[in-house]
């Protein structure tokens, strides 16, 4: 007798039959291998590649390194390079804060940014001959070792990783101002930032801190490719690997230059 329920008639339309023979094992193995649910996409949807956290990396640093050259070449003056900086500041945080993926803010950042630095990297420069070159080449070894370390899984990204990272990131920092304020009043505040054995120390703490995030960079970028983040996500994984270069740029020309003779 023809049933009526509909559930009963549409498998028999799917399977030819209730006298339709037996599924191969074959068959059974691609029914359980097909997944169940396949999440929709929309169009013109695409994932972030390796590819695009390359390609918005060299915009990003790109442009960075453009805006310093031209600070550097048109002798932009230390008052200007500090208020590019503040400006840098501001934008970072939103774009940190935000997780913002838009390249006309991260972009903006790389220039504001680079105008500082390139300010910045001209008045070591002149005190000390050969100074920004040696920082360079120091930052891109950083930049390699951590990279290799990254790679060879020497050093695995755990959660408790991340916020020891985070904690003495921020205790660093929170020190970086206490020195500030106290040089104010004391020479040299706390010292953390003279040419003597307690500032190596501390500059070569916040050189580790600069490597340790690039370790998590590395990590977000990875982890973001394997669960398909969308294509906008590379510009936040770009914008994170540039701040964790500055960082690291910056506290190895400071280093250098404790041990450095000036012109």
């Not at 950042?109 to 920004?132: K, P, R, T």
Request: proline letters at 5%.
């Amino acid at each position: 007798m023809e049933s009526k329920n509909p559930v009963f008639s549409r498998s028999r339309q799917q399977t030819g039959g209730w006298g339709a023979p037996a599924p191969t094992p074959q068959q059974l193995q691609n029914m359980y291998d097909t997944p169940s649910y396949a999440p929709p996409t929309r169009p013109g949807y695409r994932t972030m590649t390796l590819d695009d956290v390359v390609v918005r990396g060299f915009m990003t640093l790109g442009t960075l390194v453009v805006g310093a050259a031209a600070a550097w070449y048109f002798q932009v003056p230390m008052g200007v390079a500090v208020a590019s900086a503040l400006v840098a500041l501001v934008l970072g945080l939103i774009a940190a804060f935000k997780q913002s993926t838009s390249p006309a803010l991260i972009l903006g950042y790389a220039v504001f940014e680079g105008v500082f630095l390139g300010a910045l990297s001209s008045l070591y420069e002149s005190f000390f001959n050969g100074i920004v070159l040696q920082a360079v080449l120091g930052t891109a070894f950083a930049f390699g070792a951590v990279l290799t370390v990254y790679s060879l899984r020497v050093v695995r990204v755990t959660p408790k990783l991340v916020k020891f990272v985070l904690a003495a990131a921020i205790a660093a920092l929170g020190l970086a101002l206490v020195n500030l304020i106290l040089g104010f009043f004391v020479q040299g505040g706390l010292g953390l930032r003279t040419d003597s054995p307690v500032g190596w120390i501390f500059s070569i703490v916040m050189i580790l801190i600069g490597c340790f995030f690039l370790l998590l960079d590395f990590d977000s970028i990875e982890q973001g490719v394997k669960q398909g983040a969308p294509e906008r996500f590379a510009w936040q994984c770009a914008f994170g690997l540039t701040l964790s270069l500055v960082w690291i740029y910056l506290e190895v020309l400071r280093f250098i230059s404790y041990f450095s003779s000036s012109d």
